[in-house]
C-alpha cells in the first residue's frame, strides 16, 4: 500500500493537484478518482501519484493500471487488494509530477500555469490576481482575488473597500490575451463589474 516518504527522501517540488478520491470501484480493490480537469491525460499516464490526506504528509504510491470511466479515473494501487482497502484511501487528494504532464502545443496552457497571474483590463487598469479557475459546465471562470484596500476606505470607485474577487469568464468576449511568459492576462472587464 502506499507508504510515507522515506527519512531524506520527500515529494517533488513539482507536484500539481490533479484529483481526489471519491471511493473504491468494484471489488478488487480500485479506486475512483475525480479529476480536476475534463482532460485526465497526465493523471492516466502517471506511474506514480503522491496522496494527501487531511494534511498528513503526501505518500506515494505506484499505479498499476488506470482507464478513464464516466468522467472519473479508476486505478488499481500497488498493495491496495480490495475493496475495504481502496476505500480507506476516499478523500485523499491525488498529486503527480508536473513532467508527467503532456507537451501542449503553442498558444494552449494548464489552468495551474495561469494561478497567480496578475489580470489587467484594457485601461491598463490591475484587478488582480488569479486565485484559481472553476468550471461552471458552459465555460470555465477565472477567480481574481481583488487586493485588499485598507478598512474603512473606499475604492477609486467609491465602493466599499474589501470586495473578495471577481469572476470573469474565460471566453474570447473577456479575455483577450494570456501573456505565460510575463504571468499576465489581459480581459475586457471594468473595476465596477
Do not use: C
Amino acid at each position: 500500500m502506499n507508504k510515507p516518504a522515506q527519512p531524506g527522501f520527500s515529494a517533488p517540488d513539482d507536484l500539481v493537484t490533479v484529483g481526489h478520491v471519491t471511493g473504491a470501484y468494484g471489488i478488487q480493490g480500485w479506486v475512483r478518482v475525480r479529476p480536476y480537469s475534463a482532460e485526465a491525460d497526465a493523471l492516466l499516464n502517471a506511474k506514480t501519484w503522491w496522496l494527501e490526506k487531511s494534511g498528513l504528509p503526501k505518500q506515494d504510491v505506484e499505479v498499476m493500471q488506470s482507464k478513464g470511466h464516466s468522467g472519473d479515473v479508476v486505478a488499481r494501487l500497488t498493495g491496495v487488494a480490495d475493496r475495504n482497502a481502496a476505500e480507506a484511501l476516499k478523500g485523499n487528494v491525488v498529486h503527480i509530477s508536473r513532467k508527467h504532464f503532456p507537451v501542449l502545443d503553442d498558444g494552449e496552457f494548464y489552468w495551474v500555469d495561469l494561478i497567480g497571474a496578475s489580470v489587467e483590463n484594457l485601461q491598463g487598469e490591475q484587478l488582480g490576481v488569479v486565485s484559481d479557475l472553476m468550471d461552471n459546465g458552459a465555460h470555465p471562470i477565472l477567480r481574481v482575488a481583488v487586493p485588499v484596500q485598507e478598512a474603512g476606505q473606499d475604492d477609486a470607485k467609491g465602493k466599499p473597500a474589501g470586495a473578495p474577487e471577481l469572476l470573469i469568464p474565460f471566453v474570447d468576449q473577456f479575455v483577450k490575451t494570456v501573456q505565460q511568459q510575463e504571468k499576465k492576462i489581459i480581459v475586457d472587464w471594468g473595476l465596477d463589474y
